[in-house]
């Protein structure tokens, strides 16, 4: 075994652990309000205990970790700088990207205004708020971590494309909260393009903050749909 498939392997454990600890904390919270995969976003209730609190509890967990292994700085680091090319091409994605969460915004905002009652704007923030942890946790492990170990041993292409894949792998164990294993399987692959997207948004904007707000908004505009 080389060292940059034993550095890929290590990187790999790691980002699939805390992968299963989310998982593993939504499904313990059945104890508190029952949801399966497709319903985590019913209501206040469900969404808090299946999506925000086992995100929020992985986020410090890993940043605990990550604080112990002296790699905190290099997470939040600037990125490197783009050419001007590949600036335009990233900037393009970028903004189909958000013209099309503007577009499930939209719409699902409209029937929601459409079947509205009591939990209605409870759930909208409580939605607004966990789906923040989402972004803040996936990123900070994909496209900070990651991402930049995965550079002290490889050119950028190559890190990208190993990270996309850790990033697809990060959503199978889903069928730990009751995803079907088909449909695991194919947000495994789906969410390697999506997240080829955020890639470009941290890229664009030098910091994986861009890369938050882009994953943030495309999830919340989706899920309030749900």
Known sequence: MNQNTKKFG???LITITFSIIWTGLSRLFDVFSFATYDTFFKNTNTI?????APMAITFVLFF???KKLDRTQQIYAKQPELSTPLKILFAIVVVGMIGFSLYNLTKNLNTITHHWNDDSMNRLLMSFCSVFFVGLTEESVFRGFALSELRRENNEVVSWILSMILFGLWHFPNIITGAPLVQASLQTFSTMIIGTGIYMAV???????G????????DFALVIGH
């Open 48 to 52: 808090f205990w299946h999506v925000g």
């Open 64 to 66: 605990l970790y990550m």
């Open 211 to 218: 890369g938050v707000g882009l994953h943030w908004f495309w």
């Open 10 to 12: 290590q990187i790999a």
């Open 203 to 209: 890229r664009l904007s030098r910091s994986i903050w």
